[in-house]
């Protein structure tokens, strides 16, 4: 279940098997159970197998159906398995000894490709029909697994990961200037599913893509994210039994099945919160653990940087089932490996890569099998409600605003004066001026581009209308539905999903509960008012898991810890290599078409080890993020000159 490969040749040449092998070596870290190509004249598939769930053991891809001539790949864990088997008149017996992939490809043949939409998952999917002379590519409903493709001259090719296309000698491994540049500029989502590489495409979450034997390529989007009419105009008590029923359901789909355990980046929050304390009725009496791992400070670290630490051990006293690890910045290093995670990337590292990296490898080293995160809660279940305040003045309901207004003072223990200004006035500024003092404050410039790029970039950037990160998102008083579907069609528009291609290399499988499509589908049809209420934001998750989260979390405060808490200390343990770097770099000429050097270095030495922000130092980050694109461009091209 763990990648896919192939190519279709419609220029009238057979597939070579040399390609398709080449294919699988690139990708064989996906698949170290069992890997197998199926070849046939003008199409050619390739199936790797991670074993994670129970089922996997029956799983013998590529799959085919000789009667209709079609051939059948996919990386999948299809959750309502026993709703497909009994639309298929399957017995439960038949299923137990089915794979997802034998119900998936059940599925295709019984309703066509528009059956993808029937199916609950995490999946990616091709699938070949000789009789039509087709190949259709099929991506879940919010892109949770990864599906690339490549159209060349004569061919279509295919992969779980960019290392798999770019194996094939046909598929240039080219840079595409102007996704380079948006990806620079920290607005690399295309609606298109173009990368930052000539020619090479994600397919889009929710999407099926069609070629045949012509070459004509043809895409159509089988979902969006929309309000399940089911749970639309229900009242307070319903929402709470649903939060904890369909999140439980997206949580225990993810564990229930697994043969190994599963762990999960835990920040102590809310969202990460909710997975945590539905994992206990999942795992239940079999007694499994959930792993998590947290980025934090030393133990003995006596500062004022915040952390997760104390909410997540919070959280362990309060669930015995978590299997609770630390990782901290001490003995890491920005700059180690740097080349090599930039070839199992397929991309630029980032700043915090290296924590990331220790992360997974203490999931894997305790036998981990799945990776989560609580990414989505946010715009799913669990809005911030920073501005609720300002969104009730606006709209007028100034009866509900006063007793809000009340409501958040008891509960954050201000003044009249101090809940106006932090909770009203500031939020309703945030657009304004009041964003570029913020700006101002964080070592960044006030308008435009904060990333240190040069000054033609600036102006293209001008010229073609780039705008800067954040601007044109959601704005204070903005309907809660409005911004979730704002940020769900952005992140269904992400060429991969979250950690992804980082947890394959350590043979971990990535997934995000928040991101399943029926939590989705919940998410959107929950009343604004239930998001915000007695003056307290997260007011469903406060209800819904009342008897499951820590007794500290009904009266816990808005805000939330930096997840790479120790971040400035290792940028400013790596800086004069870093400097060094950019001094090589400056001097050597071509990369400064793209990067303002002088103000990349001021950028990352103006905040001394002591001025930190509890790990939001952006200008530090930024200059980081900067400088490892700028190594990883010259690592790609080869040369600086």
């Given at each position: 279940?763990?990648?896919?490969?192939?190519?279709?040749?419609?220029?009238?040449?057979?597939?070579?098997?040399?390609?398709?092998?080449?294919?699988?070596?690139?990708?064989?870290?996906?698949?170290?159970?069992?890997?197998?190509?199926?070849?046939?004249?003008?199409?050619?598939?390739?199936?790797?197998?991670?074993?994670?769930?129970?089922?996997?053991?029956?799983?013998?891809?590529?799959?085919?159906?000789?009667?209709?001539?079609?051939?059948?790949?996919?990386?999948?864990?299809?959750?309502?398995?026993?709703?497909?088997?009994?639309?298929?008149?399957?017995?439960?017996?038949?299923?137990?000894?089915?794979?997802?992939?034998?119900?998936?490809?059940?599925?295709?043949?019984?309703?066509?490709?528009?059956?993808?939409?029937?199916?609950?998952?995490?999946?990616?999917?091709?699938?070949?029909?000789?009789?039509?002379?087709t190949l259709t590519l099929a991506r879940?409903?919010?892109?949770?697994?990864?599906?690339?493709?490549?159209?060349?001259?004569?061919?279509?090719?295919?992969?779980?990961?960019?290392?798999?296309?770019?194996?094939?000698?046909d598929v240039p491994r080219t840079l595409?200037?102007?996704?380079?540049?948006?990806?620079?500029?920290?607005?690399?989502?295309?609606?298109?599913?173009?990368?930052?590489?000539?020619?090479?495409?994600?397919?889009?979450?929710?999407?099926?893509?069609?070629?045949?034997?012509?070459?004509?390529?043809?895409?159509?989007?089988?979902?969006?994210?929309?309000?399940?009419?089911?749970?639309?105009?229900?009242?307070?008590?319903?929402?709470?039994?649903?939060?904890?029923?369909?999140?439980?359901?997206?949580?225990?789909?993810?564990?229930?099945?697994?043969?190994?355990?599963?762990?999960?980046?835990?920040?102590?929050?809310?969202?990460?919160?909710?997975?945590?304390?539905?994992?206990?009725?999942?795992?239940?009496?079999?007694?499994?653990?959930?792993?998590?791992?947290?980025?934090?400070?030393?133990?003995?670290?006596?500062?004022?940087?915040?952390?997760?630490?104390?909410?997540?051990?919070?959280?362990?006293?309060?669930?015995?089932?978590?299997?609770?690890?630390?990782?901290?910045?001490?003995?890491?290093?920005?700059?180690?490996?740097?080349?090599?995670?930039?070839?199992?990337?397929?991309?630029?590292?980032?700043?915090?890569?290296?924590?990331?990296?220790?992360?997974?490898?203490?999931?894997?080293?305790?036998?981990?099998?799945?990776?989560?995160?609580?990414?989505?809660?946010?715009?799913?279940?669990?809005?911030?409600?920073?501005?609720?305040?300002?969104?009730?003045?606006?709209?007028?309901?100034?009866?509900?605003?006063?007793?809000?207004?009340?409501?958040?003072?008891?509960?954050?223990?201000?003044?009249?004066?101090?809940?106006?200004?932090?909770?009203?006035?500031?939020?309703?500024?945030?657009?304004?001026?009041?964003?570029?003092?913020?700006?101002?404050?964080?070592?960044?410039?006030?308008?435009?581009?904060?990333?240190?790029?040069?000054?033609?970039?600036?102006?293209?950037?001008?010229?073609?209308?780039?705008?800067?990160?954040?601007?044109?998102?959601?704005?204070?008083?903005?309907?809660?539905?409005?911004?979730?579907?704002?940020?769900?069609?952005?992140?269904?528009?992400?060429?991969?999903?979250?950690?992804?291609?980082?947890?394959?290399?350590?043979?971990?499988?990535?997934?995000?509960?928040?991101?399943?499509?029926?939590?989705?589908?919940?998410?959107?049809?929950?009343?604004?008012?239930?998001?915000?209420?007695?003056?307290?934001?997260?007011?469903?998750?406060?209800?819904?898991?009342?008897?499951?989260?820590?007794?500290?979390?009904?009266?816990?405060?808005?805000?939330?810890?930096?997840?790479?808490?120790?971040?400035?200390?290792?940028?400013?343990?790596?800086?004069?290599?870093?400097?060094?770097?950019?001094?090589?770099?400056?001097?050597?000429?071509?990369?400064?078409?793209?990067?303002?050097?002088?103000?990349?270095?001021?950028?990352?030495?103006?905040?001394?080890?002591?001025?930190?922000?509890?790990?939001?130092?952006?200008?530090?980050?930024?200059?980081?993020?900067?400088?490892?694109?700028?190594?990883?461009?010259?690592?790609?091209?080869?040369?600086?000159?």
């Amino acid at each position: 279940m763990s990648g896919i490969f192939g190519i279709f040749r419609f220029d009238g040449a057979e597939v070579s098997r040399g390609d398709l092998d080449r294919q699988q070596r690139a990708l064989a870290h996906l698949g170290p159970d069992r890997a197998q190509i199926e070849r046939d004249g003008s199409i050619g598939v390739g199936a790797l197998l991670l074993r994670i769930n129970q089922e996997d053991r029956y799983d013998r891809q590529p799959l085919r159906d000789d009667g209709a001539g079609s051939i059948f790949v996919c990386d999948a864990r299809i959750d309502n398995r026993e709703d497909i088997a009994a639309a298929l008149g399957i017995m439960d017996s038949d299923a137990s000894v089915m794979a997802d992939s034998d119900l998936a490809f059940a599925a295709v043949r019984a309703w066509g490709m528009d059956g993808v939409d029937r199916l609950v998952g995490d999946f990616v999917i091709a699938l070949w029909d000789a009789a039509k002379q087709t190949l259709t590519l099929a991506r879940d409903h919010m892109g949770q697994r990864n599906l690339y493709y490549y159209m060349g001259d004569g061919f279509i090719a295919f992969a779980s990961e960019i290392k798999g296309l770019w194996a094939l000698p046909d598929v240039p491994r080219t840079l595409r200037e102007e996704g380079f540049i948006h990806r620079l500029l920290m607005q690399p989502v295309s609606i298109s599913g173009e990368t930052e590489f000539e020619g090479v495409k994600a397919l889009l979450g929710g999407t099926l893509l069609t070629v045949n034997a012509s070459g004509a390529l043809t895409t159509r989007r089988y979902w969006e994210p929309h309000a399940d009419p089911a749970h639309v105009g229900r009242d307070e008590a319903y929402y709470i039994a649903a939060y904890r029923r369909v999140l439980g359901e997206a949580v225990a789909c993810r564990l229930r099945r697994a043969t190994a355990p599963a762990g999960i980046f835990m920040s102590g929050g809310f969202d990460t919160g909710a997975i945590c304390a539905l994992a206990g009725p999942a795992l239940g009496p079999r007694g499994g653990k959930l792993i998590t791992v947290s980025s934090v400070m030393p133990e003995d670290y006596r500062g004022t940087i915040k952390q997760v630490r104390p909410w997540v051990e919070i959280c362990r006293r309060a669930m015995p089932h978590l299997d609770v690890r630390y990782v901290t910045s001490e003995g890491l290093d920005i700059l180690e490996g740097m080349e090599q995670t930039f070839l199992s990337n397929d991309g630029a590292s980032t700043d915090y890569r290296c924590i990331v990296d220790a992360m997974l490898k203490e999931i894997a080293s305790a036998g981990g099998g799945v990776v989560m995160d609580g990414f989505g809660g946010d715009y799913t279940l669990n809005p911030r409600g920073a501005d609720a305040l300002v969104r009730l003045l606006r709209r007028g309901l100034l009866r509900r605003f006063v007793t809000e207004l009340a409501a958040t003072r008891r509960h954050l223990g201000q003044t009249w004066k101090q809940t106006l200004a932090r909770n009203v006035i500031v939020p309703g500024l945030r657009v304004g001026l009041f964003a570029r003092l913020q700006r101002l404050r964080a070592g960044l410039v006030a308008f435009g581009h904060t990333t240190p790029v040069s000054a033609d970039i600036l102006a293209m950037a001008r010229r073609d209308k780039i705008a800067p990160r954040g601007a044109g998102g959601p704005r204070a008083g903005d309907s809660v539905t409005a911004r979730k579907l704002q940020l769900l069609k952005r992140m269904q528009n992400q060429p991969r999903a979250g950690y992804s291609v980082p947890a394959s290399a350590f043979g971990l499988k990535f997934t995000e509960p928040f991101h399943d499509k029926r939590v989705v589908e919940l998410g959107l049809a929950i009343p604004e008012e239930l998001e915000f209420k007695n003056g307290h934001t997260r007011h469903l998750a406060r209800m819904a898991l009342a008897d499951l989260y820590p007794p500290g979390f009904q009266e816990r405060r808005p805000g939330n810890e930096d997840m790479a808490p120790g971040m400035l200390a290792l940028a400013n343990r790596a800086t004069p290599r870093i400097l060094a770097e950019i001094e090589r770099m400056e001097t050597a000429g071509r990369l400064k078409a793209y990067f303002d050097f002088p103000r990349m270095r001021k950028m990352l030495t103006q905040r001394s080890a002591d001025q930190h922000a509890s790990g939001n130092e952006y200008d530090t980050r930024q200059a980081v993020n900067a400088f490892m694109s700028a190594r990883w461009l010259e690592h790609f091209r080869g040369d600086n000159s």
